[in-house]
């Protein structure tokens, strides 16, 4: 009976409290959907709330569970704890930026996996101790710049695996005056490092590794006088020019393996006193000349194989040297000649360099001097190739002895097979050229004349052509057609005529309004004065005080 009156009123009580429960349920859901902490903004539409500069001590309560995005930028909070963020799985972007934090713990913002932005900028962090970061695995932004960071620790950012960044901009490490060793590794979305991108750091060592760099950042290292150790491996540096390193005068060590490098032009260590160590291996390269180095008898160690080496003149210097500089574990071989393909360095023997390791003096095909005339405004070519081992290098010497080359731009251009291509020819283009071809084993050369015809037209060099490549001659040459035609010379006379008759119009309609207006002014004024008595009380004209008349007299305006 007792247990029939319980079950009674428990039936009875839930039935009463039923509606309040489910009331208090919806007010919580709603409270969470619709509540704003005090002195923020929110948006329930973004799903955002907007605590920039309130004061803030501390994270405010009443911040919606579904935020995305939070910003607390500019304000008082002093430190980020483990938790402070966990009743906001749903955060995407967070900005911290402005406070007075010094401190982040271990976990802080460990359970936000959606987090995609974190601003960190502009506190007093000192450390980041590893593991602040665990749990961002989606974050792709992350910016700790204007801190007081002492050091980074190794792994600090492993568990951040899509942060990727693509840029390094001017003053990216300013004010890290004690930093010495920089690495940078596996930014695959890098492709170039600017200038003073490195300004003010006294680094000694630097990697930038595994990166998409396609070009040799000499402009970013040039402030770099205390770096010895130089790392840009696994990249798409295809080509180091001449003269670009001689400020580096302190380097030691310079690696350079796997970037796809293929020349190394002469003078490209210019400056490179204590260059010990050059590792160039799993490289496209055919060479590596004496002239490349400042002193290559300081070098030790050189790493050279995995190249497919021509093994001619220009690498006797090394072959000499083999038994004294090191060549690491793997020894270069050559790829040609027939003879010694494949062989190692050491096992050279001293009659085999003297029968395979030699070079072909340049010889220039055409053996007659070029005599060709065009009239001005024509593009001209002259012919010059070469052969020898090595290949030659061809430039020209214009009459004005000006040296033209391959990199050479302009109307003025020399191709890769030794051609001189030289459009719009000009009058003062005319003269002897002469062609040079140039190798380790000596140079060549044959001389050209050209001869430019005026046209002797008014226009002739303030008028649009073009080339007709139907009408090119045996020569190489093409007519021009100049585009001045009578319908032009009709238009631009009736412009001038028009503009000349509007401004003598306007002059006339100028002198007619002053004209009208001449007379109607006053040229003459009437001024009326009393004179100042004397100190003995008589008027001017000796008459007492007070009695004397006012004078009057007329001025006449101009």
């Known amino acids: 009976m007792v247990d029939c009156m319980s079950k009674v009123m428990l039936h009875t009580a839930l039935s009463c409290w039923q509606p309040f429960l489910g009331l208090a349920l919806v007010a919580v859901f709603v409270g969470s959907a619709l509540g704003c902490p005090a002195r923020c903004d929110c948006s329930a539409q973004s799903k ?85 970061f665990t749990g961002l695995s989606n974050l792709t932004r992350l910016d700790v710049s204007d801190n007081k960071i002492v050091i980074l620790l190794d792994y600090m950012f492993q568990d951040l695996h899509n942060l990727n960044i693509s ?16 690495e940078i590794d596996s930014w695959t979305s890098l492709d170039s490092v600017p200038a003073n ?21 000499y402009q970013a290292l040039k402030h770099l006088h205390y770096l010895t150790h130089l790392n840009l491996s696994f990249n798409r540096i295809r080509h180091i020019e001449g003269g670009m390193l001689f400020e580096l005068v302190r380097l030691r060590e310079l690696h350079l393996v796997g970037a796809q490098l293929s020349t190394i032009e002469s003078y490209a260590f210019q400056g490179l006193r ?132 391959n990199k050479s731009y302009g109307r003025v251009k020399v191709h890769n097979n030794g051609t001189l291509e030289i459009k719009v020819a000009e009058v003062q283009d005319g003269g002897v050229y002469l062609c040079m071809a140039t ?45 001045l035609d009578l319908k032009t010379i009709l238009v631009s006379t009736a412009m001038g005529c028009f503009t000349f008759l509007g401004v003598v119009l306007f ?29 003995n009380g008589t008027s001017v004209d000796g008459g007492a005080e007070g009695q004397a008349g006012p004078h009057r007299f007329n001025m006449k305006m101009i």
């Open 274 to 405: 204590w260059l010990k160590v050059l590792n160039v291996s799993h490289n496209h390269l055919n060479t590596l000349e004496k002239g490349v180095f400042q002193a290559p008898e300081a070098l030790e160690v050189l790493l050279i194989d995995d190249n497919p080496l021509v093994c001619d003149c220009r690498l006797m210097w090394i072959l000499q040297k083999r038994h004294s500089i090191f060549f690491g574990d793997s020894q270069p071989e050559c790829s040609t000649p027939e003879g010694i393909r494949g062989r190692p360095f050491r096992e050279f023997k001293e009659t085999l360099l003297s029968y395979y390791v030699t070079c072909t003096k340049p010889k220039i095909r055409e053996n007659k001097t070029q005599t060709i005339a065009v009239d001005e405004g024509q593009s001209v070519k002259l012919h010059c190739s070469a052969e020898g081992i090595p290949r030659p290098v061809v430039s020209w010497l214009s009459p004005r002895r000006h040296l033209l080359t």
């Open 439 to 483: 190798n380790t084993a000596g140079n060549d050369s044959l001389m050209a004349s050209l001869a430019v015809k005026s046209l002797g037209s008014l226009y002739a060099n303030r008028t649009q052509y073009y080339t007709d490549p139907s009408n090119a001659t045996t020569n190489g040459t093409s007519n021009v057609t100049y585009g």
């Open 48 to 132: 955002s709330v907007l605590c920039h500069r309130k004061r803030l001590s501390s994270i405010p309560d009443g911040i919606p569970i579904e935020t995305r995005i939070l910003d607390l930028s500019k304000n008082k909070l002093q430190a980020v704890n483990p938790d402070d963020f966990a009743p906001y799985p749903g955060l995407e972007d967070l900005d911290l930026s402005g406070n007075i934090i010094s401190y982040v713990e271990p976990g802080a913002f460990n359970p936000l996996y959606s987090m995609h932005s974190l601003s960190l900028k502009s506190n007093r962090i000192k450390l980041i101790p590893l593991g602040v």
């Open 167 to 182: 840029t390094l901009h001017a003053y990216s490490f300013k004010k890290l005056f004690r930093l010495r060793h920089l």
């Open 507 to 535: 002059c006339f309609l100028l002198l007619f309004v002053w004209s009208r207006g001449k007379g109607k002014h006053k040229n003459n004024i009437d001024i009326e004065y009393v004179p100042r008595s004397k100190s």
């Open 197 to 217: 991108t490195l300004h003010s750091l006294n680094l000694t060592t630097l990697f930038i590794t595994n990166t998409n760099l396609s070009t040799f950042p």
